[in-house]
């Protein structure tokens, strides 16, 4: 067990999966509440084309799949605004561009395409020093956008058309925030894979949204059981040497499953106590 | 006379060819308890959206605090609680306190999430409305009434000078619609805050405001009421 952490590779893994947790669930939590989690899914599609093109035109895949995710990313808003009474629209356009572009060139590239699986499922052995580098790099960038527009962002996601009447600028932190989830994706989907980046943005927020008493737990909940899910997730990938994207995704979903079992349990026992202690009288808001 | 916080000149507003406002004048002065009503599509809410230059008139002139509504730029002297306020997701993970230190935005310091002089002014506005002992509750476990007392707390934290409010009771029951109403009142008398309230129900109003404007197919009507709560004439 403890050989694991002596190989430079698994360490590599485990600094850049704990940074893309924190970033990912972080961006995953104004996302949810914003009932717009549908774009992790969206983004990480159009990054698989732009992974595809960095392969037939042997370019680094990271580089060619930030260009298509932030292009995704604005196009996303633009058609956001265009249908305005159908939001989920501008989601579905870009994911069908994204899935058949990358469909095209994954077929024209033939031989050249071969290593997307990689990239679609995630592959720890394959981290280079570069991809270290560049998480490090725009990772910390990411974190200080997100602390810095903390409350700017509470604020939209907790009512948009107030916060526009209060002076904040919405469309322009809207458009911001799309580019800074397009390059969350693009730095996630090494390890994640393409195909699950998207649960990283949501599981780890679906279970803390259960016991989170606040705005300031559920963010630091969601970063915990992000964290969590990454670092275990990798660990058993690598003692069972099976695809990391998947163990840490079915690690994530057991998390949130464990919570709920436990919090309606917990909210069995308050049950009872309190027929107990009040001779019947139950007030569900103690829960 | 006291100082005219708004003032609307030859007034109007239409979709299409119909107006729904037909050239009106009136002037709000501060310390004022205004209820605009009028029957369902009268108007109501397209006034209220005039005169803070949501809409822009067809004809006619709008200042704020003396200012032309497309040079006015001090939004902190206004608060507007819509009709849609309580319309958010109710599972959203925030507390009262969380909520109301949000809309000080502006001075909050970056890395501390709510400040000290931020803690303090939230608590004070919730002081106000009378709901400092639910300040950790989440916001979507608390009735109507008690989200709407909330709401205008996070108004309140900005110190306005005037507070527009549309239809802020609907679906909310009468005796927190008392509730609601008393402490308006008590916002206007000891907070001289000027208060503009949108209502299809009159007489809620009665014993409060001292002016009432009527909207009907276009025209305004203003009683003038004298009201001895208030201890003045108009």
Redesign the interface.
């Known amino acids: 067990m403890t050989d694991i952490f002596s190989y430079p590779f698994m360490q590599r893994a485990l600094l850049i999966g704990i940074i893309i947790s924190i970033i990912s669930s972080s961006m995953g939590l104004f996302l949810v509440?914003r009932?717009f989690s549908m774009v992790g899914d969206t983004l990480s599609h159009t990054a698989l084309a732009g992974v595809a093109l960095g392969m037939i035109t042997n370019t680094y895949p990271f580089y060619t799949a930030i260009v298509t995710t932030l292009a995704a990313s604005v196009i996303v808003e633009k058609l956001r605004k265009e249908y305005k009474e159908y939001a989920e629209l501008s989601l579905a356009i870009v994911m069908a561009a994204g899935i058949g572009i990358a469909s095209l060139l994954i077929s024209i590239g033939k031989n050249k395409t071969i290593g997307i699986m990689n990239y679609m499922f995630g592959s720890i052995s394959l981290v280079t020093e570069e991809d270290l580098k560049i998480v490090l790099f725009l990772g910390a960038i990411i974190i200080s956008i997100i602390?810095?527009l903390?409350?700017?962002l509470?604020?939209i996601t907790?009512?948009e058309?107030?916060a526009k009447?209060?002076?904040?600028p919405v469309s322009k932190l809207n458009l911001l925030f799309a580019m800074l989830v397009a390059i969350t994706i693009t730095l996630s989907m090494r390890i994640v894979g393409i195909l699950l980046v998207s649960s990283m943005m949501t599981v780890p927020v679906a279970t803390?949204?259960q016991v989170?008493?606040?705005?300031?737990?559920?963010f630091i909940y969601t970063n915990i059981f992000g964290v969590l899910s990454v670092t275990l997730g990798l660990i058993t990938s690598f003692i069972f040497d099976v695809a990391p994207g998947g163990s840490i995704v079915t690690i994530s979903l057991l998390l949130l499953l464990l919570v709920i079992i436990l919090k309606k349990l917990y909210g069995k026992l308050v049950k009872k106590a309190t027929n107990l202690l009040d001779g019947g009288v139950y007030n569900e808001?103690n829960i | 006379m006291g100082e005219v916080i708004v003032k609307a000149d030859n007034l109007s507003f239409g979709y299409e060819k119909r107006l729904v406002i037909n050239n009106i004048r009136f002037e709000i002065e501060k310390k004022d308890y205004i209820g605009i009503v009028g029957t369902n599509g009268s108007a109501k809410s397209t006034l209220l959206k005039l005169i803070m230059g949501f809409l822009k008139p067809n004809v006619g002139m709008i200042e704020l605090f003396g200012s032309h509504i497309g040079d006015f730029k001090d939004?902190n002297k206004i608060g507007?609680l819509?009709q849609n306020?309580r319309s958010?997701?109710t599972?959203?993970?925030?507390?009262v306190e969380?909520?109301v230190g949000?809309?000080q935005?502006s001075q909050?310091n970056?890395?501390k999430?709510l400040n000290k002089k931020i803690k303090e002014a939230t608590l004070a506005a919730l002081e106000a409305v009378n709901m400092v002992g639910f300040k950790?509750?989440?916001i979507g476990?608390l009735s109507g009434g008690q989200q709407q007392r909330v709401f205008l707390a996070k108004l309140l934290v900005n110190n306005p000078e005037i507070i527009f409010m549309d239809e802020p009771l609907i679906g909310v029951d009468a005796e927190s619609q008392d509730v609601f109403f008393d402490l308006i009142n008590k916002l206007n008398v000891d907070f001289g805050i000027t208060i503009v309230v949108v209502t299809h129900d009159v007489s809620k109003l009665n014993h409060r405001a001292n002016k009432i404007f009527h909207l009907d197919n276009g025209k305004l009507n203003i009683d003038n009421i004298f009201n001895k709560n208030r201890g003045e004439e108009h």
């Open positions: 509440l009932r602390l810095f903390f409350r700017a509470f604020y907790f009512d058309s107030d009447l209060r002076g904040i803390s949204i989170a008493k606040s705005f300031k737990q559920a808001q | 939004w507007y819509p306020a958010f997701n599972r959203f993970p925030a507390t969380e909520i949000s809309s935005y909050m970056i890395l999430i950790d509750s989440l476990n």
